[in-house]
Nanobody, 117 residues
């Protein structure tokens, strides 16, 4: 079992930055694929970014490319999502998840990101 805890959400003005953290406990991220997803009110959950913990390959949704960066700290067993140039449409609850490319087994509780215009 892997327990995931997100942090770092909050209120920021449009154009600002936030860094989200996803800390794992119970087991290390090992060879999992770790992703960030988000869900805004009335919308479906959508993929934001992911990293293959073993190989380091990263993927991003087109809507965040060039603005968001996913990275990991092996020593801290933590994945980060650096979000720059935030837009009002980035506002959502952000979730961290770990699993495989096609199936995320473990999910965190989410952290709220609010972007004021």
């Amino acid at each position: 079992q892997v327990q995931l805890v997100e942090s770092g959400g909050g209120l920021v003005q449009a154009g600002g930055s936030l860094r989200l953290s996803c800390a794992a406990s119970g087991r290390t991220f090992s060879s999992y694929r770790v992703g960030w997803f988000r869900q805004a009110p009335g919308k479906e959950r959508e993929f934001v970014a992911a990293v293959n913990w073993g190989g380091g390959q990263t993927d991003y949704a087109d809507s965040v490319k060039g603005r968001f960066t996913i990275s990991g700290d092996t020593a801290k067993n933590t994945v980060y999502l650096q979000m720059n140039s935030l837009k009002p449409e980035d506002a959502a609850v952000y979730y961290c998840a770990a699993g495989t490319y096609t199936n995320y087994y473990y999910w965190g509780q989410g952290t709220q990101v609010t972007v004021s215009s």
